[in-house]
């Protein structure tokens, strides 16, 4: 019971960067850990991030690593996807989960809850 809105997403030129948001609400004391993932045309979805919600600790996919941050804002129960040099391939849709379980794999894609997700295009 857990809702997720994610905010943000837009046009930018390549090497650009943009802030993804996604805001929690209902349940957020269940929350374990939040994370965002992408789909592209003609791809499957695939892992770009995750938090654990009381440690912080974070995990990025290799073709993120150096670009893109995840972050929390533990008052206003929302996770933020800061994203720099942006590259057209990171053109997609993205998607904030969150995940009730302890399961210590944030990776895979066995979250609970998910956002509608918000399109993010980089135009070369």
């Known amino acids: 019971q857990v809702q997720l809105v994610e905010s943000g997403g837009g046009l930018v030129q390549a090497g650009g960067s943009l802030r993804l948001s996604c805001a929690a609400s209902?349940?957020?004391?269940?929350?374990?850990?939040m994370g965002w993932f992408r789909q592209a045309p003609g791809k499957e979805r695939e892992f770009v991030a995750a938090?654990?919600?009381?440690?912080?600790?974070?995990y990025y996919t290799d073709s993120v690593k150096g670009r893109f941050t995840i972050s929390r804002d533990n008052a206003k129960t929302t996770v933020y996807l800061q994203m720099n040099s942006l590259k057209p391939e990171d053109t997609a849709v993205y998607y904030c989960?969150?995940?009730?379980?302890?399961?210590?794999?944030?990776?895979?894609?066995?979250?609970?809850?998910w956002g509608q997700g918000t399109q993010v295009t980089v135009s070369s």
């Open positions: 209902g349940r957020t004391f269940s929350i374990n850990a």
């Open positions: 989960a969150a995940k009730f379980s302890t399961d210590t794999n944030l990776r895979s894609e066995n979250y609970a809850s």
């Open positions: 938090i654990r919600w009381s440690g912080g600790r974070t």
